[in-house]
């Protein structure tokens, strides 16, 4: 059987990151499989978060999945927090896992930086949340962007110590699907780091919810290089501005890299920027006008999510009380 979790983080803005590394994968993946996808905001409160602020990301993320086309009628679409199977699991796992292990993170290295000491224990331990949130479903395929992958082969060494340690042929090694031609979407201002919700610039990424006005402005003022697009995707080589734009053109447009360059190659920088930003437009602005309208109606969005956490609450919690058992609690 194939079951797929995945999640997001409700913390400020979703970005084009978010949407071609995962949320676009998601939809293309609903009508096939049995699809659990969760608004991670435990995870979200690894680093501050305001509360009210919170509380309303929350939402904002929840209508921008279902404005993105995730269908809560042919998914479990939930928040977090509101199936205990996920901090219950994460307890279990954060004494399967090593210190070693999550040392070795190169994620937790980033966020933390030189403040290693004064960070929150969770954003340490938050891999093991992440386990926790994946197996809880017994998931055998976890779509993210390229990001993640470390954290997904955790997941699988936490599943293969657990089976180990007690003897058990229970969770399954879980496997990321890195789909599409963007999966690892760049900072539009520095090609060396990836698009994220905690860049300090917003110049850095393009918000599902930025206007037209805005999404010109953010392109033109894109970091490139002066030389004029590749004919090849060879060419593409050493320009990782070039080949950045290029993925997020090809993953909007449906197209390879390769097509996306037969139709732009020869092209200066500010012709192709000008035909992003239509595409880029074309594919957020109808997104946009739908998450407002959903979110209109913060009710409702309050309702899908009760009812997918029934849902998820049903598969989880058997496996949960299974886990206590194996284990002797
Ligand atoms: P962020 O890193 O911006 O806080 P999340 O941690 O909530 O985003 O990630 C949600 C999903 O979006 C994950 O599957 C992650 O791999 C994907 N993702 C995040 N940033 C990018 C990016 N720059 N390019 C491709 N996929 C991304
Ligand atoms: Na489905």
């Known amino acids: 059987m194939n079951r797929i979790f995945s999640g997001v983080q409700p913390t400020g803005n979703l970005h084009l990151g978010n949407y071609l590394g995962a949320i676009r994968n998601w939809v293309s993946l609903q009508n096939e499989y049995e699809c659990v996808f969760c608004v991670v905001d435990q995870h979200a409160i690894t680093v501050w978060q305001d509360p009210p602020q919170l509380r309303h990301a929350i939402r904002e993320v929840t209508a921008g999945l279902i404005a993105a086309g995730v269908d809560p009628k042919k998914n479990i679409l939930f928040n977090q927090s509101m199936v205990p199977a996920h901090a219950q699991l994460a307890w279990v796992f954060n004494c399967v896992a090593r210190m070693g292990w999550l ?155 390769a097509e996306v360059l037969a139709r732009v190659g020869g092209q200066p920088f500010s012709t192709f920027k000008g035909e992003l930003t239509d595409l880029a437009v074309s ?15 913060p009710a409702s969005i309050d309702a899908i999510l009760r009812e997918g956490a029934e849902r998820a609450d049903a598969i989880a919690r058997p496996i949960i009380t299974e886990v206590h058992e194996i284990v002797g609690l």
């Open 103 to 257: 040392n070795r993170m190169t994620q937790f290295k980033e966020k933390a930086g030189k403040n290693r000491e004064n960070v929150s224990v969770g954003l340490f331990a938050y891999p093991n949340l992440m386990a926790a949130d994946i197996l809880a479903y017994k998931a055998t395929h976890v779509p993210v962007g390229e990001d993640q992958k470390q954290h997904l082969e955790l997941t699988r060494d936490i599943a293969q110590k657990f089976n180990a340690d007690y003897g058990v042929d229970f969770f399954p090694l879980t496997e990321p699907l890195i789909l599409g031609e963007a999966t690892r979407v760049m900072s539009l201002r520095d090609g060396s780091k990836k698009m994220s919700k905690s860049d300090e610039s917003d110049f850095a990424r393009i918000n599902m919810t930025d206007t037209a006005d805005t999404i010109a402005q953010k392109l033109r003022k894109a970091k490139t290089d002066p030389e004029p697009l590749p004919e090849t995707v060879e060419g593409l080589e050493g320009r990782p501005e070039a080949a950045n734009l290029v993925g997020i053109y090809a993953a909007l447009a449906n197209l390879s890299r």
């Open 283 to 297: 594919v957020l602005q109808p997104i946009n006008t739908e998450m407002a309208r959903l979110l209109a109606d």
